[in-house]
């Protein structure tokens, strides 16, 4: 399933049980993309939509994950990651522009099998 927002493309991954879509960070802020991949998921209005700021502080998010200036060519570093509930789902959204979106069912059995994949090495 995919459904198409101001962000680009919204992919439902129907083995994982996740949705995911990027948006650009240097152009959209965090928290704004967030607000917009949870309007293309529920199909509802902005407005419908719970506030943000019921579960997670909008412009922390933004801080935490803006990224404050450009590693040199040689230097790689992993995304920043926050990931909060929202109503039933696990909302996971990385500096590199990435959201991807569980249910908190699915979320916790993905954990878990980390988890446990962790446990065997």
């Given at each position: 399933m995919?459904?198409?927002?101001l962000l680009g493309t919204v992919e439902f991954d129907?083995?994982?049980g996740v949705y995911r879509a990027r948006y650009d960070p240097e152009a959209t802020a965090p928290s704004v993309a967030v607000v917009d991949m949870l309007r293309a998921?529920?199909?509802?209005?902005?407005?419908?939509?719970?506030?943000?700021?019921e579960v997670v502080d909008p412009e922390g998010l933004d801080l935490?994950?803006?990224?404050?200036?450009a590693p040199r060519s040689d230097e790689r570093r992993p995304p920043k990651t926050v990931s909060f509930p929202y109503?039933?789902?696990?909302?996971?959204?990385?500096?590199?522009g990435v959201i991807d979106v569980a249910s908190q069912t699915d979320a916790e059995r993905e954990s878990e099998g980390v988890g446990a994949a962790n446990e065997e090495r």
């Open positions: 995919e459904t198409t927002n129907l083995d994982a998921i529920d199909g509802a209005d902005v407005a419908e939509l719970e506030p943000l700021y935490v994950l803006e990224e404050r200036s109503r039933e789902l696990v909302v996971t959204v990385r500096s590199d």
